[in-house]
């Protein structure tokens, strides 16, 4: 096993432990090709460069991939983490901004929450009547071409041509 950490790190000409893309992504669990994704949208700074080409990355790199996995598990976007990473590279703390983007999701999750309600009691209220009607005719079914919906299903349901 000692074997194979040694393998696996590499020191820098700095002192510090340096690792290639693929080492970075077995340890984060993050893939080759999001890494890379990562780098170009600023999320990862520029990693130092062997002479053939390959990413040298400091071991720091694996702090920020779980910072940005943990975002994304609360919600955040990848440009909501980018702008709160480069917030804090510019000296500032983005707290106030982290809570101010929950704070308005929250909202935005309530509103979907009441939209969803309203659409689960009328469509509670549809095979309701459905149950009494039971079987009617129409070119395909009677049921559906003969009901009125006030409101629309929830955007995330909705067929996409």
Known sequence: MRKAFAQIE?????????????????????????????????????PA????????????????????KRA??????????AAIIAEKGAGQSPCFAVREIVR??????????????????ELAATLSKWDKVGETKGHICGLIEGTSIEHMAPASSRLKN
């Open 10 to 46: 590499r020191t820098s000409s700095e002192g510090g432990t340096s690792l290639k893309i693929g080492e970075v992504s077995k340890r984060s669990g993050v893939g080759i090709e999001a890494l890379r994704f990562y780098e170009r949208s600023g999320l990862l700074g520029r």
């Open 49 to 68: 460069r062997t002479m053939s080409g390959y990413r040298l990355y400091d071991a720091e790199v694996l702090d920020r991939l779980d910072f940005i």
């Open 72 to 81: 994304q598990l609360l919600g955040f976007s990848l440009s909501e983490i």
């Open 104 to 121: 308005q999701r929250l909202g935005e999750l309530d509103e979907r929450m009441r939209e969803m309600r309203r659409y689960r009691n």
